[in-house]
């Protein structure tokens, strides 16, 4: 008889003695997010400090059950709505108890306590693109880029491949697809004091693009046959930069002398110059 062996009577009788104690205990109390943050401390912000707002990125926007008190207490902005992907989004602020339509209650009956953070579409123009803005393979033929995980599960990239090398025109659309709704939000004085760029760069993730992208031969060109290829995330950050974040900048930037706060590009603050 090894030891543990020898210690199994033991191990039962001390199991069998706590297992009523246990499954016999009531379940504690729900508590929802608002509840739990309710009951915490709450941090204390300095009179007229310029900190701005705390932004988050998620695909769905938090309720507003707990996006009001992380607003009104821990710094917080107040999410509009999802991405606004169209000008549908500013057309349901008229539409009473829609998301959009308490969000803007709220930024306009309090200013000082919700301030409004709004995310932009991630989508790139899908109607009228030039061919060249495909990634093709040296015959020619648009190439999707399709990813399949351990599992056996496939994901993204199904339909046509942009390429890295698209050509500036596409950039100009996809920053248009950004800039409609919020200039519309201005015009209807929306007091927007955040902007997020849908947490996406907009020219595909290596990940299912690069087997693609690699049987590209403009891209090979661009890149150059010598470079290793964690140089290709330098090209490619390089490149996002030089079109689609600096078009989506300067059509912010514009948008701002016209009622913006300020605009969230990726992790920098295009600060408003009442915020100076």
């Known amino acids: 008889m090894n030891s543990l062996q020898s210690h199994l009577p033991f191990l039962t009788c001390g199991l069998m003695a706590i297992m009523p104690a246990v499954v016999g205990k009531p379940p504690a109390a729900e508590v929802t997010p608002a509840q739990w943050l309710d009951a915490q401390p709450k941090p204390a912000f300095k009179a007229g400090h310029t900190l701005p707002r705390l932004t988050r990125y998620g695909w769905e926007c938090m309720p507003l059950v707990t996006g009001k008190p992380l607003a009104k207490d ?17 057309a349901r602020i008229d539409v009473p108890n829609s998301r959009e339509y308490q969000t803007v209650e709220l930024a306009l009956a309090e200013p000082d306590v919700y301030k409004l953070n709004v995310g932009t579409t991630q989508a790139i123009p899908s109607e009228n693109v030039a ?11 648009i190439l999707s880029g399709q990813g399949v995980s351990a599992d056996g599960t496939t994901w993204g990239g199904a339909g046509p491949l942009i390429s890295l090398e698209a050509p500036d025109s596409l950039w100009e659309a996809a920053a248009e697809l950004r800039a409609a709704p919020l200039r519309a939000l201005v015009a209807r004085g929306i007091p927007i004091d955040s902007i997020h760029n849908g947490g996406e760069s907009g020219l595909g993730i290596p990940g299912f693009a690069q087997d693609a992208w690699n049987k590209d ?44 706060g300020g605009g969230c590009l990726g992790a920098t ?8």
């Not at 930069?241 to 912010?252: D, I, N, S, V, Y």
Request: proline share 4%; charged share 20%.
């Open 74 to 90: 821990w710094g917080y902005a107040l999410e509009f709505t999802r991405y606004v992907t169209d000008l549908e989004a500013v």
């Open 217 to 260: 031969p403009a891209i090979g060109a661009a890149i150059g046959a010598s470079l290793r290829v964690n140089h290709r995330k330098n090209y490619q950050s390089s490149r996002a930069e030089a079109r689609l974040f600096q078009l989506l900048h300067g059509r912010w930037r514009h948008a701002s002398e016209y009622g913006l």
């Open 131 to 141: 061919p060249s803005a495909y990634t093709k393979d040296a015959a020619g033929n």
């Open 269 to 276: 603050l295009a600060t408003h110059p009442r915020h100076q």
